[in-house]
């Protein structure tokens, strides 16, 4: 049987400024709300914001080490569309927002009736319509998670739509989707019921495809790829669709840093993600099963027996050294968003730990940490939009090296905060090695 490889990847950004108020961090914080509204961008200075650039493959990741920071500093007229995927303006996603609506949810040019739970949808200060609650007393449908539900389909179909459109590929022969993001469909009796993914191919038009989603935190997207890898390479279907809309609790979820720091909301944009695996007959990225990161039950919650499981271990299965991989992308949570909420530069700070496994099996020295994120890694260029930034937004690059033959193998690599939900205190990870 021929290996699994992944075939074409797309990644949009929709910039939603009017609902940053409804992510879960400003729903809470209202005595900062007119300062929130004032530090928001225009939809010229999204699109042109050097991070978000390189998420539509405008700029290659590695050219922001060469822009001068602030990024957001900087306006200039770059294109909203690129290799990779596009940014669209808030009107386009409210059209959009509607369009996906089977429910008589999205009521655009209609007043809102808060007292029956409606959210009212802004442009600029101007309610330009209504998004509605689906029942009386079920917490699950209320306006706010129908919202976020609704947008998070509508972002990962917009991604799969721009896949199909710039790759060629037939829709008919995608036979299974896997959706990997971080929503929570359902209703009071079922809250995490989902299976986005069959909702986010219908509204595709993939008629021959069936799906079902795949949760694991940020790290649910090398687990979906993992799947997907596994369904084709067994022959269950010849096409996996592997995709992932936005976060609207995320929006803004850093914005007292920035507004202390008088720093722009950044925090402005959803993002979406569709990644097409199929055969290495035709796909440039061979995904190596047989080496896959896997962080185990019985390694705790030591960041150390982490990074032992997803980085060591597939090495150590491929017969590798941690130099013998041109890139590893990580957590690429965007710097500009995270220092000033007190975060720091997370790639940077991964990308030691890296280096540090590295000089304790041997193959590097320490003088080597410091200098490991520029020759091995990535600057981080991701919305905090969780799942998207576990080096989702690296994948359409590197098919871009493996296709001009740049680059011969890159690990992706996540790992999950499961604590969060609190049923377990342990991390979770995952990582595959991709081969051109």
Known sequence: MPRSAIAHASLVLEHVPDLVRYGSKPRRETARFAELQSALRDFKAAASYAPNQAVIGNLDPEDLWAEE?????????????????????????YERLAAAD??????????????????PLYRGPDVVGAFGSAHEVDESLRASVLLENLACKVSAAHAVEVLLRESGVDPASIGFVLSSGEEAIGDRYQRGGGNLAKAVAEQCGLLDASGCDVKAFCAGP??????????????AYGNVLVVAGGSVAKLGMKFLGALDHDVPILEDVLAGMAVLVTTD????????????????????????????????????????????????????????ITEPAGGGDVPERNYRLLAGIGVVRGELSKADISGFDRKRG??????????????????????????????HRT????KGSLFLG???????GASIVLEG
Do not use: C
């Open 69 to 93: 920071r602030p990024w957001w500093g900087t306006q200039t007229d770059r294109s909203p569309t690129g290799p990779f995927g596009e940014i669209v303006t808030q009107d386009d996603f």
């Open 102 to 119: 089977q429910f008589d949810l999205v009521r655009m040019g209609t007043e809102p009736d808060e007292a029956a739970g409606d959210l």
């Open 222 to 235: 090398l687990h979906a790829l993992i799947v997907a890898a596994a369904l084709v390479e067994s022959g």
């Open 281 to 336: 007959e035709t796909g440039p990225a061979t995904i190596r099963l047989d080496a896959v990161g896997r962080h185990r039950v019985a390694s705790g919650s030591s960041q150390q027996q982490l990074l032992e499981d997803i980085l060591s271990k597939p090495l150590d299965a491929l017969g590798l050294s941690i130099e013998d991989v041109d890139r590893y992308a990580t957590e690429l949570h965007n710097p500009e």
């Open 378 to 407: 990535l600057p981080g260029f991701s919305p905090t939009q969780g799942h998207i930034a576990s080096s989702v937004p690296w994948i359409p690059h590197a098919l871009a090296r493996f296709r001009e033959g740049t680059m």
């Open 411 to 414: 690990m992706l690599l996540a």
């Open 422 to 428: 609190r049923m377990t205190r342990l991390w979770d």
